[in-house]
């Protein structure tokens, strides 16, 4: 590893002597032809310069604005001087997933806009640099997949995406022989079904999902909790319940119309671009037709772009608030706009327009104008009278968030409390009314981010340890002798 750097970056002015790199992006007419990762990282002399312009403040913003308290100023000091391998591993002490997370955390609202040089240059680039340092890490042998003695507890973990797969990683680490119960055949949950390719290549979740194999974490898929299996057959032979299979009730389009061919929801239709094989409901053609996507969030920017990659003429997002409300990245945004994706803010669907075969053929809209704010602390959007317009479109993706899945009417998984909402209600320590069971993520807290998921299973994770170890196993696991080191697993190599 090179020492030379610039002396700018060994003064206490790099904030200001050195202007923030951005990572490279690949061109957009080039990157819309495949769903690669558009975002390569950062090297190592790169890597070193940027996190020189940390100041190391005394109350570091950016840790409170992480949902993790990621011990950020540590990693960045050590990144500066070149330890590389020592960084990643207080990066890796206060998250299960860092390399994904990195990803795709909306770091301009946490970590990053809480940056204290917000305002006087620009904030230091966070999430490049935690992607670095783990991937380098990741690369060099740091991630010891070896296993951990059992201690005797088995723990079933329900949903294999960030939260379920944090929460086995985490009880997995303490001895937990751990279960994932996954209803689809594929693991990944959100990581794969959802987020697509070109944000987070699916080869960094498989990489996650074998390690946790490795550490003796193992995977029931294709079995639904509540169908194939009740609750209380995981409470008769498991130790405690984790569950955290999400959100995915999408939230409809209620408007004329909206049964039409041609509407389709977003997550059926970004399933079958991004995860090939996963195949659910009639195929979505977008090639060579005009795509209107519903919504302001992430879900509307993954449409936008994976239908101009899938070879759509035009993808066109309609929002009914302007682009200071929009709670989407700001970065899917600006990517989006490079790709070739168009925006018309302060516009709402009043009905879908078809032909005689019942085909969409347009959308009739109105212009929104803003009011007061409601009570999610955005301006509420009003009709402007006599504003009404067509809107011509082929397909229409409709974008609207998600609602948890309303557990089976017969299945006793309908003894844990929901609020009025079907989210479920957890105490401080993430557990339900019924003893031992706990959850966490987005089938708690409604859709919401992949660090939040993280978070709650983390905490989760210790009330669990802490339950169990209060009481006898209820299926002792064997404690059996621990294998010598597999030829596998590579010892880190000393920093440099």
């Known amino acids: 590893m090179s020492d030379e750097l610039r002396p700018e970056a060994r003064t206490k002015w790099a904030w200001f002597q050195i202007e923030r790199a951005r990572p490279r992006q690949r061109p957009a007419w080039e990157r819309i032809a495949d769903f690669l990762e558009i975002t390569a990282g950062l090297d190592e002399q790169t890597a070193r310069e940027q996190a020189s312009r940390c100041i ?11 949902p993790l308290a990621n011990r950020i100023p540590e990693w960045l000091a050590l990144t500066a001087e070149g330890h590389f391998l020592e960084a990643a591993e207080i990066s890796m002490s206060t998250s299960n997933m860092p390399e994904i997370c990195s990803r795709v955390c909306p770091q301009e609202r946490l970590c990053e806009g809480s940056c204290i040089l917000n305002g006087r240059a620009e904030p230091v680039s966070i999430g490049a640099i935690e992607r670095f340092i783990n991937e380098y890490a990741i690369s060099h042998g740091l991630l010891n997949a070896a296993p951990v003695r059992p201690n005797g507890y088995r723990v079933a973990v329900v949903g294999s995406g960030p939260g379920g797969l944090s929460c086995a990683d985490e009880l997995a680490r303490r001895g937990y022989w751990v279960t994932v119960f996954e209803s689809r055949l594929v693991p990944g949950g959100l990581l794969i079904n959802g987020i697509p390719a070109f944000k987070l290549d699916k080869h960094i979740v ?11 974490v193992e995977f029931r898929l294709g079995v639904s909790v509540g169908r194939d299996i009740d609750l209380d057959d995981l409470l008769r032979d498991y130790d405690a319940v984790f569950l ?11 408007v004329p119309g909206a049964d039409l061919k041609g509407v389709y929801q977003a997550l059926p ?6 995860a090939p094989g996963t195949l659910e409901g009639p195929d979505i053609e977008v090639r060579g037709k005009r795509v209107t996507v519903l919504g302001g969030g992430d879900s509307a920017m993954d449409c936008l772009r994976t239908a101009l990659r899938c070879g759509a003429a035009e993808a066109i997002c309609l929002y009914r608030r302007d682009f200071a409300n929009m ?10 706009l490079e790709e070739g994706a168009r925006f018309q803010f302060l516009t709402a669907p009043l009905k879908v327009l078809g032909n005689e075969l019942g085909q969409v053929v347009g959308i009739l809209c109105q212009r929104m104008e803003l009011g007061p704010p409601d009570a999610s602390g955005r301006r509420r959007p009003l009709p402007v009278p006599g504003s009404e317009f067509l809107h011509p479109t082929d397909v ?7 609602d948890p899945t309303p557990f089976p009417p017969d299945s006793d998984l309908r003894r844990i409390r929901t609020n009025d909402w079907g989210g479920v209600i957890v105490d401080e320590n993430q557990m339900t009314n019924i003893p031992g069971v706990f959850a966490g993520g987005d089938l ?5 981010l992949v660090v939040h998921a993280v978070r709650d299973a983390r905490k989760a994770a210790r009330a669990i340890d802490a339950w169990c170890q209060g009481r006898p196993p209820k299926r002792p696991v064997r404690v ?16 440099s």
């Open 56 to 66: 190391q403040c005394p109350e570091p913003a950016c840790r409170e604005g992480c």
């Open 269 to 274: 239709f970004l399933i079958q671009k991004n």
């Open 480 to 495: 059996e002798p621990l294998p010598e080191p597999s030829a596998e697993v590579v010892a880190a190599p000393p920093s």
């Open 444 to 448: 708690v807290r409604g859709p919401s």
């Open 244 to 254: 955290g299979f999400g959100a995915w009730q999408a939230k409809p389009l209620d």
């Open 396 to 402: 229409v993706l409709v974008a609207y968030g998600f």
């Open 206 to 216: 498989w990489r996650r999902l074998e390690l946790l194999k490795k550490r003796g």
């Open 327 to 336: 709670p989407g990245s700001r970065k899917e945004y600006y990517a989006a």
